[in-house]
């Protein structure tokens, strides 16, 4: 029976997660938009783009190869079973087991890879620069990952996601500063692996500045609608992470019946659209930093991570 | 099952004694190559039933004067025997693929003996066997190394290795000296078990071993020649010493550290090896993700490895001092299963490489380019090794480096809180070098085989076939299966973990389809990974295939770069990315604190139409001490020498007087202590 339920609530996961990918896309540029005084695309927009792509013919450089044919695939994949790993509206799915938050960072990096690989394959100087930063920017993001998971396993006893939610959602712990310093260090992380203000321009097309565009400017048709949807899938598992990490209330126990699930999906999407907001109001006020004050960025958070450690390890060795 | 491999090493060293008849004709050298396949294929089954059997030992009818030479096969020394085999069938294959007709006798006869080294040290059961192993493994190793010698580069890497092979080769000497100094002449490995070190003897061999394994394996800071003479041997040679050599330098240092030098050490020492350890992982990482030449590259992204590595075994250490077993069988898992993935994806990747060198001629990446086109075989398995190295799921390299990191987050358990906070240092680290890992690799990769041909030569590359293609395969697909099965894997080496730790605690939670680092900890099972990415990936492609239109064929969009002139039918190869623009941000980042870096834009001045140019490079920090301060410092230690001889007969007199009471006062010092 347990199964069952962990089974559909996966499948109702996984449905969510993909709705809900484009939708949050589309809701925080229509919500930034606002923010500056323009009406702004519908939040729908992202959905009718994705449909309209999925009808285009592809076209591929003369030179490309089967690298810009699957590294699409790769990356929606990797992209869909992390988000399928962060539990949203009720914990205890058919995955939980596994959703360890390594093998999440590990998933990113693999759609990391692929999209890198596909950037450099056509040999265009955009491509390479933009791969070459994305890979640079990660080799910092990645420990302030694993510095988080670090706090978390202290606290919680494991970095599996799903039993941390659990533990944090039990209220036991309280309030402790560390969390503060490791939520700080992931707010950055997510900043910059989802290619936001400061780190990134997901609006830009100014060749220059940009990061993550850089390596999907060959892309069209089908794959170009595919690398949109992963990101904006990253997009959602980011912030779904940071909601079941560091706003575990509301979620659906193990074994809840279909009430708590809608009470949880309720919870989930307000959550979400409260995140969204934050997101459109912090990109709104700050400037995007130059590509090589990144790593600065990113360093502090590497040093909140290991502050946020260090405290922990103080104050349990103190009490 | 020892008698068996005591005959197989004879009988390499009868190939070896038959190589300069053999190396006459190409029948003869392919001859030498499949008889050391076959032998290391014996070698991985030897270790295979080690691994299943209890230890057994054997003593050989002839030795030094002093005692009998004494062989052993218990598990760990399985382990690492299944390693060398492994490596051994793929990197032999490769050079039978590629014997073109009668080669130089100085290439074929060490090749045997290299093998016949390494195994010897792994089988040794005394410390002269031991000793005699490594230094056959030295010697030989140097000899295919210095095989292309008409070039100063590779004399220099010749020398250089020799030099740092004689300085280890005395420290293990010496090292096994400290040893046996409780037991009686001749002892073997059993009757040292029983006399184990303490005090500043325990010290002493601590920091000879670091030397005398460490400099073998490339640890920070005895690595500077390893990234000059790993390049410099042939691809196979460079395989086996990268996947290979330095594993066995890594058992030496688990056998007398974990097992020699008795079951408990104190927390320092496994501080002591997780700081080289870490220091040789950010190190070799970082300079994997700079430098030019693909070979160099790949031997950094060794030093690398070795540094994650032996940051499991001190971890494992510490684990073991602080009691808690279970943990450490944790953190030795991942250090034997990292050290059997890297054998597996560095084979590969070194192979891979000796295939460009071989298809396109060049080893700098600016002069490569594009060949996933001419070379898609070759491109297809070495994105595996590539990706395995840059730890990406569901591949090997992403499992015994997910219970490198799970052990090192839960280093915390151990109580010290200066320990906490170092290993809390440590695994920021760890993850560092591990993103940096897969920053060189995609740099590899990319820069290699895909965009376009940067070089005639690369355009006009050459597809691989045959048995080479066979032995570039094989480390592929244990790569991918070694990904899916690490449960089973740690399974199989639980009673090497035994030995190392000394617990069987917690051994039985480790293995099985999901590997689970504690009870309620967290978990990975690769094969529903695999599963589910197989089946997402699959589902998303048939599900856009069944109403999608086809594809077409255009010129490259690049921002509405114009296409190329007909005279250059790959556009100009300039304007894709070079391998120095593509480590810019790292140099940029860390390579300007770490490796002094150094990046200089020399502009024409205004009028002149010469292109500008930019000048970048780095140092390793160790190299420049070693070329630069030492040499001077032996310059003026041998001027001061010289003196000597300018002596008076009273001044000699009473210098040979003044050593003869230093040397009195020496004894009485040492009777009364």
């Known amino acids: ?319 | 099952m020892l008698i068996a491999l005591a005959l197989t090493l004879g009988s390499l060293a009868l190939l070896s004694l038959a190589a300069p008849l053999l190396a006459r004709a190409a029948l003869g050298v392919r001859l030498v190559y499949a008889g050391a396949a076959l032998v290391s294929l014996v070698f991985a089954a030897g270790g295979f039933a080690g691994l299943l059997s209890a230890p057994e030992t054997l003593a050989l009818p002839f030795g030094p004067p002093w005692g009998v030479m004494r062989l052993a096969l218990d598990p760990l020394s399985a382990w690492f025997l299944v390693i060398l085999g492994l490596c051994g069938v793929a990197a032999s294959a490769f050079a039978f693929g590629h014997v073109k007709g009668p080669e130089a006798a100085r290439r074929l006869v060490p090749y045997p003996l290299f093998l016949a080294g390494m195994a010897l040290t792994l089988l040794a059961a005394d410390g002269f066997t031991l000793v005699l192993g490594f230094e056959l493994m030295s010697f030989a190793s140097w000899v295919l190394v210095a095989h292309e010698h008409e070039h100063a580069e590779n004399r220099r890497a010749a020398r250089v290795y020799l030099g740092f092979a004689a300085l280890g080769g005395a420290a293990l000497i010496l090292c096994f000296g400290l040893l046996a100094a409780g037991a009686s002449a001749g002892a073997g490995f059993a009757a040292l078990r029983a006399t184990p070190p303490d005090g500043l003897r325990a010290l002493a061999i601590l920091v000879l071993v670091l030397i005398g394994a460490g400099s073998k394996a490339g640890l920070v800071p005895l690595h500077v020649w390893l990234p000059l003479a790993h390049p410099a041997a042939p691809s196979h040679v460079s395989a086996l010493m990268s996947a290979a050599m330095t594993k066995v330098a890594l058992y030496v240092l688990a056998r007398v550290i974990f097992d020699l030098a008795g079951p408990a050490q104190p927390l320092f020492w496994g501080a002591v090896l997780m700081a080289l350890g870490l220091a040789s992982a950010i190190m070799g990482a970082l300079r994997a993700a700079l430098e030019e030449d693909t070979k160099t590259l790949l031997a950094c992204s060794t030093i690398e490895n070795v540094g994650l590595i032996t940051l499991g075994l001190g971890l494992a250490l510490a684990f073991r001092a602080a009691d808690l077993g279970a943990l450490a069988a944790v953190a030795a898992g991942a250090a034997l299963l990292h050290a059997l993935n890297h054998a597996m994806f560095k084979t590969l990747l070194f192979l891979g490489a000796g295939e460009v060198l071989h298809g396109a001629a060049s080893r700098r990446m600016d002069r490569l380019g594009g060949l996933i086109h001419a070379m898609p075989w070759t491109a297809g398995l070495v994105l595996l090794g590539a990706a395995a190295a840059a730890a990406l799921p569901p591949l090997s390299g992403f499992a015994s480096e997910w219970l490198l990191l799970q052990a090192l987050i839960a280093a915390w358990r151990v109580g010290d809180l200066a320990f906490q906070i170092g290993a809390a240092a440590a695994t920021a680290l760890a993850a560092l070098a591990v993103a940096l890992a897969a920053a060189a690799m995609l740099r590899f990769y990319g820069m290699v085989f895909l965009g376009r041909p940067r070089s005639p030569r690369a355009a006009g590359a050459t597809e691989l076939s045959g048995v080479a293609r066979a032995a570039l395969i094989m480390p592929a697909a244990l790569t991918v299966i070694f990904g899916l099965i690490p449960g089973h894997l740690l399974e199989l080496a639980a009673p090497a973990l035994r030995l190392l730790t000394g617990a069987g605690a917690g051994l039985s939670a480790l293995g099985g389809v999901t590997v689970t680092v504690a009870e309620g900890g967290a978990g990975y099972a690769p094969l529903v990974v695999f599963v589910l990415l197989l089946l997402l990936g699959g589902g998303v492609g048939l599900l856009l295939r069944r109403q999608a239109p086809g594809i077409a064929r255009g010129p490259a969009w690049d921002c509405g770069f114009i296409a190329p002139p007909h005279h250059l039918p790959f556009g100009d190869p300039a304007t894709q990315v070079s391998a120095a623009g593509m480590a810019q941000p790292l140099r940029r980042m860390l390579g300007k604190t770490l490796l002094a870096a150094r990046e200089k834009v020399e502009m024409p001045p205004p009028g002149n139409t010469a292109p500008a140019r930019l000048q970048a490079g780095f140092h390793d920090p160790v190299l420049a001490l070693i070329s630069g301060p030492l040499p001077r410092a032996r310059d003026r230690l041998a001027a001061l020498a010289e003196r000597l001889r300018d002596f008076s007969l009273r001044q000699c007199l009473a210098l040979g007087f003044a050593v003869l009471l230093a040397l009195m006062a020496l004894l009485i010092w040492l009777e009364r202590t």
């Open chain 1, 1 to 319: 029976m347990s199964f069952v339920t962990g089974l559909l609530t996966q499948l109702l996961h996984l449905a969510l997660m993909l709705a809900l990918a484009p939708v949050l896309t589309g809701s925080v540029r229509w919500l930034k938009a606002r923010l500056m005084g323009r009406r702004g695309p519908h939040p729908m927009q992202p959905w009718r783009d994705f449909l309209k792509l999925l009808k285009k013919r592809p076209v591929l450089a003369e030179n490309a190869s089967i690298i810009s044919r699957a590294a699409p695939y790769v990356a929606v994949a990797s992209a869909l079973l992390a988000a399928a790993l962060v539990p949203s509206f009720t914990r205890g799915m058919v995955l939980a087991p596994f959703a360890d938050l390594l093998l999440i960072a590990g998933l990113l990096a693999l759609g990391r890879f692929a999209m890198a690989l596909a950037g450099m394959d056509v040999g265009t100087a955009f491509g390479g620069i933009g791969a070459t930063r994305e890979m640079a920017f990660a080799a910092l993001a990645e420990p302030a990952l694993v510095l988080a998971a670090l706090i978390f396993a202290i606290l919680a006893g494991t970095t599996n996601l799903d039993v941390i939610t659990g533990i944090f959602q039990e209220g036991t712990l309280g309030l402790r500063v560390s969390l503060g310093f490791a939520a700080l260090a992931l707010l950055a992380v997510a900043v910059a692996e989802n290619a936001r203000i400061p780190v990134d321009n997901p609006a830009t097309h100014l060749e220059l500045t940009m990061v993550h565009e850089a390596m999907i400017l060959e892309a069209s048709g089908r794959h170009l609608a595919l690398w949109e949807f992963q990101a904006s899938l990253r997009l959602t598992l980011w912030l779904a992470l940071l909601a079941a990490a560091f706003l575990p209330f509301g979620m659906a126990a193990p074994g809840a019946g279909p009430l708590a699930w809608v009470m949880g999906l309720c919870v989930f999407i307000v959550k979400m659209a409260a995140l969204a907001f934050a997101l459109a109001v912090f990109e709104s006020t700050i400037a995007k930093m130059r590509v090589f004050r990144v790593p600065e960025f990113l360093g502090a958070a590497l040093l909140l991570g290991l502050l946020g450690a260090l405290y922990l390890f103080v104050s349990t060795g103190l009490s």
